[in-house]
Structure formats: structure tokens, C-alpha cells
């Protein structure tokens, strides 16, 4: 009923407006959609309608399909296809395993122009690894370089995924090492095991520790965080390849020579933190010495001091002599009589000591 309500009103519209309505031209047909907007759900129906009048009518359906709406928005501020790839890192865990993950899924959505939905139903049968790599039956071309090429894309993630989604992490890291990586070459030249069979969905979740959540493919949401992260420009450019040591000393020697000089080297040292610990106990006894010099001399008016001078003293009793330096050996520090903010330098009993002076504090 639906279906025959929508039909009678294009045909009514044709009739007022002087259009055939069958058979029907693509163009009269997408004049009538602008003109009466609906849902989508609705639009699909008119056209619906459409197709059904003219197949009864033995008429070739004029209908076009409607744009599949997809998360890959052209954008001059995003970076393309290509761009993206660039700049996405392929080799470390997780950033390597991710980053495999995520130009995959930039393949699905920028270049096939899949949806959400498609890209999350893509499985093993859909893709066909031969001498031309197809997805769905479209071929995904090759690139000039090896960082920017889709084939490449789709092989790289390929080679990890089935591991991850077995949760062999030895075999992952292995194949993620940048040691052994050269992205001068391509690697959709280069034959794929037959491990990534083993996944349920080529599009995995993985958690924050960069391993992968088998039996439920990527988010819809996900979908949508990742692909205008990845397309943000920002000139990563990914370091790979053998590790080179920085040459010293040591890389011309013999084996005896190195030895030799091996040996010089803990003899320095060795002595170096003897003289450290000679020091540190040089300077333990002075100050013990110095502990031993700073000793309080009772007050002739210390009985007529309030709470607070007994404080004051007790403060003062391990002062400084002139310009912050210690008191000379042998020698006490005093408070000069009739004075509460002057110290007198006295020699100790049995000691000799020079004359006498007053320190001010």
C-alpha cells in the first residue's frame, strides 16, 4: 500500500507539471525527490516505487541508486589517501600494530569508499590475494612508493593480523621489528602467509595495551575517531632499518687490546672513588672536630634570664666566628658579660689560644 500511495503521487505530480511518468527520466525523478524531501527511509520507498511501476510496465527502471552516505569526507584541510599513509607509523608495537589497523581501514573508507558498515563486514572471503590484490572484486592499485602505496596497505595489515588475533606476541613483535624493516621496498611484492585466514573480521578492536579483541569488529564510533585523526597532517616521517652504533675508542682495538684497556679503566675508577672516600671521611672528622670546639660557657646573669633569653641562648649556643668562619682550635665561644649579643673567644683549660676578641652575632 505504501508503495502504490508513493506512485500515485509521482504520477499525479508528472501529470500536473506535464512529465511522463513512464516511462520516467532519471532527471524527472530526482526533481521530484528535492521537490517533496523526506527520509531516508522514505526516499528509498519513492524510488522503490518507481523501479516497481515501470518493471510491471516492462520498462527499464530509470531509478539511480542512492549515494551510500560514507565517513570519508573530502576535505582540503585532510590529508588524502595517500597523504594519510604516509604519515602513519608501520613498524613498533603498539604504534606499529595500530597504525597497520588504521591505513587498512583508510583503504576501505577512502579509496573503495565503503561505509561504516561495509568496512566492519569486510571478512577474509572478501578479499582475493593473487598476482592483483581485490577487495570485494575492485583492485587496489599500487604506488609508486612504498609508504603511500594501498597494496602495501592491505598486505602489512594482513601479515599481523592473524597473529594478533591469535594473541601470539612473540610472532608480532617479530614481524613489527624496525631492525628489519626497509620501506624502500614494497611489500605487496612479497607472498602473505595464509595466517590472517584464521580471522573472524579483518577490522579489530585492539585495547589499550595495542593487543586485539577477537569476536567484534571495529566501532561504528571508532570508525569515526580514527579516520580525521589519521588524516590531521603532521610530517611524521618513520625511522627504520638496521641500528647503528656511534664509533668510539674502543672499535679499532684487538680483543687483548680492548682487555688491556678494559682493565686501565677499572683502575681509575677504583682509585677515583677511593679519593671520594677519603674526602667524605676528611670531612666527617672536621666537623666532628668542629662539634667539639662550639661549647657553651654558663652566664654569670643565666639565673635572671626569662624563658625567652634561655631559648635565645640555647640558639646561640653553637654560633659562628668573623665572617662565618669557625671559631680557632682550642678556643671556646662565650658571651661577654653585661652584653646579650656578644660571644667571647676563651682559650680552654690546659690550652693555649691567641688573644681574646669579641665576636658580634
Known sequence: MLLDAHWSRFEAWCSAWGRSALPASPETIDEFLELFPGSRSQQRLRRQAIARAHAAAGESSPVTPA????????????????????????????????????????????????????ARSVSVDDIELTSILKIRGRVIPIGNKPVTCMACAVTRWLRVVGNSYRGHRRETYQLLDPTRADLEDHDCHV?????????????????????ARPGVPLSKGAITRVLPARRRASGFVEMVGPRTRRATRFNKLTV??????????????????ARAAEAVAQARRLGLDIDGLLVPVPDEEDDNEGPGDASLAAGLARPVGVNGCCPNRGSSLERSPGSSSHFELRPKTGRTSPTASSVAV
Open 191 to 211: 607472498e602473505v602467509e595464509e595466517d590472517w585466514r584464521v580471522a573472524d573480521q579483518l577490522l579489530l578492536p585492539l585495547d589499550a595495551h595495542g593487543w
Open 67 to 118: 549515494a551510500t552516505p560514507t565517513v570519508w569526507h573530502e576535505d582540503p584541510k585532510l590529508a588524502d589517501v595517500e597523504r594519510a599513509l604516509a604519515e602513519i607509523p608501520k613498524y613498533r608495537h603498539p604504534v606499529g600494530l595500530r597504525g597497520r589497523r588504521d591505513a587498512f581501514l583508510i583503504v576501505l573508507t577512502g579509496y573503495l569508499r565503503l561505509s561504516r558498515s561495509q
Open 256 to 273: 687483548a687490546e680492548t682487555y688491556k684497556a678494559a682493565g686501565e679503566l677499572e683502575e681509575k675508577v677504583a682509585a677515583a672513588a
